[in-house]
C-alpha cells in the first residue's frame, strides 16, 4: 500500500521558514516524479513545486519562485520542500503526490498518489 506522509506544517510569521517533508513507503520512490500542491480556504488546490526522479528537473509556481525550494533524498524516500520570506497567502494545507510522468508533474490530474497533507498558517 502507498502511503505519502507530510509533516513540518505549523503556524510562523511573516518572513519565517519552514521546512516540509514528505516520506514515501509502498511505491519505487526514483521511480516517481515529485510534487507539493497547495489549497487555501475556500480556494482551489494549485501547484507549488516538483522535481523530477533524478533531480535534474524542478518547476515552480511563479508565487514561490525565489523563496521555495524543493529537493529529493531517493535514499530515504523523502521529498522536501523549505520554505523561505513566507507570506500570509501562503497560508493553505501542503500535499505531496507522486507521479510516474516527469512531464505531467506540475498536474494535480496526473498524479497516482497523494498525502493527507499538513496545514503551513503564516500570520502577518
Known amino acids: 500500500q502507498v502511503q505519502l506522509v507530510e509533516s513540518g506544517g505549523g503556524l510562523v510569521q511573516a518572513g519565517g521558514s519552514l521546512r516540509l517533508s514528505c516520506a514515501a513507503s509502498?511505491?519505487?520512490?526514483?521511480?516517481?516524479?515529485m510534487g507539493w500542491f497547495r489549497q487555501a480556504p475556500g480556494a482551489e488546490r494549485e501547484f507549488v513545486a516538483a522535481?523530477?526522479?533524478?533531480?535534474?528537473?524542478?518547476q515552480y509556481a511563479d508565487s514561490v519562485k525565489g523563496r521555495f525550494t524543493i529537493s529529493r533524498d531517493n535514499a530515504k524516500n523523502t521529498v522536501y520542500l523549505q520554505m523561505n520570506k513566507l507570506k500570509p497567502e501562503d497560508t493553505a494545507v501542503y500535499y505531496c503526490?507522486?507521479?510516474?510522468?516527469?512531464?505531467?508533474?506540475?498536474?494535480?490530474?496526473?498524479?497516482?498518489?497523494w498525502g493527507k497533507g499538513t496545514l503551513v498558517t503564516v500570520s502577518s
Open positions: 503526490a507522486a507521479d510516474p510522468t516527469t512531464a505531467t508533474m506540475t498536474e494535480s490530474r496526473k498524479m497516482d498518489y
Open positions: 509502498g511505491l519505487t520512490f526514483s521511480r516517481y516524479a
Open positions: 522535481i523530477s526522479w533524478s533531480r535534474s528537473n524542478t
